[in-house]
């Protein structure tokens, strides 16, 4: 992974990850350590509620999308710190054996003279295997600027 | 836990949830599987970093809020979904040994004649144990009404 700083990035940029499935054993797994409530953990349960089967956490898309997006190489070798995050919708249920991907879209970017970082705001949709969004947000990130940057 | 319906919650109820320490340990095992960069997961390489040493990943704080959100019997025994999240902020870095509890604050609810759901907004706050704000966010929730309940 190379390195990456606030002036790689573009206004309208456009980056799509690769994709994973998501198990029901992850799905479940997760949700036993952070989100324990019944349409997460009991199948049982889960086919009683309006979902009619087991969907993952929220949570866990969120979780499961900073890792694609890591691994795409978008935040570079350095990383790149999250400050917060509008807009953010469960759009659709994500069920066991959903295999999810990202788009990131570069939406604006700001730097102040002398400091250090630049912010970034960046639109990232999660879709599932049927080219749905089950999930979207806008983060802002904050991004080292390159003459700032030690050897 | 009790079962809890749209009706039971209240604009203007404040709750506060039991609290948990993040180990460095669970820190960097959630980070290696969702948000393995530097600072996250390599102590080393966070101590060269902005923060000077492990920070926890924010995606690891939204997972142990709804957590603590979830045990606090808030969203009853059935669950509530969440919709979305707006104003997400990571307003302080988690670091290893932190404490974190988090209070609830209904805003405001609304139902729509017909509708077997209604909506919540509650503004949740996550606090180390200097009592400072880590993580701020106001969710979206669907509850469902008395009246449409299964027995």
């Not at 953990?41 to 694609?68: E, K, N, Q």
């Not at 639109?123 to 700032?148: H, K, P, S, W, Y």
């Amino acid at each position: 992974m190379r390195d990456r700083y606030f002036e790689d990035w573009a206004v309208g940029e456009r980056l799509e990850t690769a994709s994973v499935v998501l198990t029901e054993e992850q799905i479940v797994a997760f949700a036993r350590e952070f989100d324990p409530q019944p349409f997460h953990v009991d199948p049982d349960a889960a086919g009683a509620s309006m979902f009619g089967r087991l969907i993952a956490s929220g949570w866990h898309t969120t979780a499961v999308t900073m890792r694609l997006l890591v691994d795409s190489g978008l935040f570079g070798v350095r990383g790149a710190v999250g400050l917060g995050v509008d807009g953010l919708r469960w759009t659709k249920p994500v069920y066991p054996g959903d295999t999810l991907s990202v788009v990131a879209e570069v939406l604006e970017k700001r730097a102040t003279p002398d400091k250090p970082s630049g912010v970034l705001h960046v639109r990232m949709t999660t879709r599932n295997q049927r080219g749905e969004d089950v999930m979207t947000q806008t983060a802002a990130i904050l991004a080292l600027r390159r003459e700032f940057a030690q050897p």
